[in-house]
């Protein structure tokens, strides 16, 4: 239990939700829920929301970020998410908002992500900037002035842009899109192909760092697929830079050559990527961050 004044954090993602909090500007992990394609959001919410005044009975306020479209302007409604596919138009901030009776905001995840990697001084508050998160799927944030630009409201899902016509097919509804060759899937794919066993991409890295060909040939075909996605963005915005974070950004030193590659053979501007240290607890870092500013 906690007396003191603490701003909550909820990482929604396809296959855990993490829940950890800011008190006196320093963030503790408290939890960690499993999720998954059969989770319900009635149960996971019922559960957040059990955890959070279990331990502080006076919460000052909740940030959730979660991959997919969430609607902000609606009081926070997941109106899509590939990877939960029972989330669909939930009102997760309303029912959130009325079972702990705080303040709440809903945010992407990378957005999320990038708002913690901001305030935290990672990510710098001057110039147009690009966060690509590399993982089960691929999130995206366009920063401005240190700033999460959203349009209409759904700026940055780079991991469904086509970079193959009439390619993969993807639970988005389109196909052929990046985040199907440039996700955790697809690294696992390329790795399967030609040796018939299917490998986390953990244990691709560790094969490749051993000398394994054959997971250093998986990691070329993935690099270059990264590096003509960062192409087709570097064309659109003409960015400062990016920012790679994701479990498989922790991979780059395996990809980085291939990917360098084929990004200059397809634009001019010049390859700027910096790797973010890879946390487990940065997503539910950055929606506790939310918390912190918006509320």
């Known amino acids: 239990m906690t007396d003191k004044k603490a701003y909550w954090g909820i990482d929604i993602g396809g296959t855990y939700a993490k829940i950890g909090c800011i008190v006196d500007g320093v963030f503790r992990m408290v939890q960690t829920l499993p999720t998954g394609e059969s989770c319900k ?22 940030g959730l ?39 709440v905001v809903l945010d992407n995840d990378c957005n999320a992500f990038a708002v913690g ?24 944030t366009i920063i401005n002035q240190g700033a999460v630009q959203y349009g209409t409201g759904y700026s940055g899902e780079f991991g469904h842009m086509t970079v193959k016509e009439g390619g993969i097919p993807c639970p988005c509804g389109s196909n052929g899109c990046w985040e ?5 899937k697809a690294l696992e794919w390329y790795y ?9 991409p953990l244990e691709i890295s ?32 003409s960015p400062m830079g990016f920012f790679l974070a994701g479990g498989l950004s922790a991979t780059t030193d395996h990809f980085k050559k291939a990917a360098l590659q084929e990004y200059t053979s397809r634009c001019r501007h ?8 890879d946390s487990p607890n940065a997503g539910a870092f950055g929606a506790a961050s939310m918390a912190v500013l918006q509320c």
């Open 41 to 62: 959001p009635e149960t996971l919410l019922s559960s957040i929301s059990d955890i959070v005044m279990e331990y502080d009975a006076v919460p000052a306020a909740l």
């Open 65 to 103: 970020g979660t991959a997919g479209l969430v609607d902000r302007s609606s009081g926070g409604t997941i109106r899509f998410s590939p990877n939960l596919p029972l989330w669909n138009n939930v009102q997760a901030g309303s029912i959130l908002e009325n079972t702990v009776g705080i303040p």
């Open 117 to 140: 990697a901001i305030s935290s001084g990672l990510i710098p508050s001057q110039g147009l900037w690009l966060l690509v998160t590399l993982g089960t799927g691929i999130g995206g």
């Open 180 to 184: 199907r060759y440039a996700g955790r």
């Open 192 to 200: 399967s192909t030609v040796t018939g066993k299917r490998l986390s």
């Open 206 to 237: 560790l094969s490749a760092s051993n000398g394994d060909l054959q997971a250093k040939e998986a990691f070329r075909e993935y690099g270059r697929w990264v590096g003509l996605g960062l192409a087709n963005l570097a064309k659109c915005f």
């Open 270 to 277: 010049p390859w700027k990527v910096t790797v973010l240290e």
